[in-house]
């Protein structure tokens, strides 16, 4: 990574489409699920989510140097649990109902693979500037994911889109997509059509979940 | 009282279920539930560190957290007493019972960042917190301790269930861009769904409200 310079651009486009958190790198997947049964609740997951993003790479960077290696893991767990309890009181003040519909999920972005991975993976290495940018360009590309796929789940499952209606009454609202069943299936459908595309512009990389258990033995042996 | 564990118990395990239900743990269940052993050991740690975890941060939310009026600390506290717990076992294990750890010992750095041991520990003060005004503490900290129990039981059903899902799933042949990952979710849809069909099941079962 450290090789050449990458442009300021191209750190901030990174992860909308290159390294897309939840379609291509697969992490992050339980809150994706979870989130996405409204479109309003995938809105403020995504606010929720980017911000906490954001203040963790600046700190985390910002402490790179200072940060012993032996316990960095929990450092950036104290770091990250910090502005996730800043996020839940600000919600629980100003946001009631999205607070409520996130639930424990909120609490939840603590340990959010995509959070610890970017800083173990970017801001640990990087300047502040660059991981900032490089949070901005993750939480964007975490958010338009979640959108889509909420508005995917509550078109076909109540037939409206952020509360506004889009299906008219006639058409037969597919319940099951609001459900746990659904969430799973999109997400499947999704990443298929993904897979699909990244053929066609020949960009087909491996997707493994992030707690592989081949890459585990791996780091064992 | 025991109709009532038994209704947590079990509500905990189908109706309930944390990774087809609640979509608690989701990583772990698409990255370890690729081999039946796997599974189980993984599912074992859980639930070992699910009852270790609510049995540490129960008492400290209603005794500590709660009279001195830092409810707001709970997650910074709650994930630092797991990650502490987890380092814990793991250095006791290795130290004291060599066989556990050579079977559990691979899955234990995973389950820090595991958000089914954060989300039991959170949502069983939710749930049960408010039960120590009404039936003492003793009672409470049963249901709890029961109820992080039959979520590590109801992770483990899952994902033993699906390991043997999966292994039919990779023998077959889907179209070239559902294979992998995306076969594998829809998979879950499929598995999930059929965990729909408990619904209600508890109350009738063991006619309690829950």
Not at chain 1, 213 to 219: P, R
Not at chain 2, 87 to 98: A, G, P, R, S, T
Request: hydrophobic share 55%; proline share 3%.
């Amino acid at each position: 990574m450290a090789q050449e310079k990458k442009s300021k651009v191209s750190i901030l486009t990174n992860g909308i489409i290159k390294e897309n958190p939840v379609l291509r790198l697969v992490l992050g997947t339980c809150s994706t699920l979870a989130v996405t049964t409204a479109v309003s609740s995938a809105l403020g997951m995504g606010a929720a989510f980017t911000f906490v993003l954001v203040c963790a790479n600046i700190i985390i960077s910002l402490l790179r140097k200072v940060i012993p290696g032996k316990v960095h893991l929990p450092c950036y767990i104290v770091i990250i649990a910090g502005f996730v309890t800043i996020v839940q009181m600000f919600m629980q003040a100003y946001m009631e109902s999205l607070y409520n519909a996130l639930g424990v999920f909120l609490p939840l972005i603590v340990v959010n693979c995509i959070i610890l991975g970017r800083a173990e993976m970017f801001a640990c290495k990087n300047s502040v500037v660059d991981s900032a940018l490089d949070g901005i360009g993750m939480g964007i590309g975490y958010t338009l994911t979640v959108v889509l796929m909420a508005s995917i789940r509550e078109i076909l499952g109540s037939g409206t889109w952020l509360g506004f209606k889009v299906l008219p009454d006639s058409m037969a609202k597919i319940g099951i997509m609001t459900q746990a069943p659904g969430a799973f299936f999109c997400f499947g459908l999704l990443m298929a059509g993904c897979v699909w595309l990244e053929t066609k512009l020949d960009a087909r990389i491996e997707r493994k979940s992030c707690c592989d258990i081949d890459n585990l033995k791996k780091e064992a042996e | 009282m025991l109709v009532k564990l038994a209704a947590i118990f079990f509500s905990m395990i189908l109706v309930n279920n944390y990774v087809l239900v609640k979509f608690y743990g989701i990583c772990p269940f698409l990255g370890v539930s690729k081999k039946l052993d796997s599974s189980v050991g993984m599912s074992g740690a859980v639930i070992f560190v699910m009852f270790m975890a609510t049995a540490v941060t129960f008492p400290i939310q209603i005794f500590i957290l709660d009279p001195a009026g830092l409810g707001y600390l709970q997650t910074i506290v709650f994930i630092l007493v797991i990650a502490v717990l987890v380092q814990f076992i793991e250095i006791f294990l290795k130290k004291y019972v060599v066989a556990l750890y050579n079977s559990l010992g691979v899955y234990l750095p995973l389950i820090t960042t595991n958000c089914c041991v954060l989300a039991v520990t959170i949502l069983v003060v939710d749930d049960y917190g408010a039960d120590v005004a009404a039936l003492g503490f003793g009672a409470a900290y049963i249901e709890a301790l029961v109820c992080s129990i039959g979520a590590g039981v109801g992770f483990m059903l899952a994902m033993v269930m699906f390991s043997g899902v999966r292994k039919r799933v990779e023998a077959c042949d889907p179209p070239a861009p559902f294979k992998g990952l995306p076969i594998t979710l829809i998979a879950a849809a499929i598995t999930s769904l059929s965990f729909m069909g408990f619904g209600g099941i508890v109350e009738n079962l063991f006619n309690v409200t829950l």
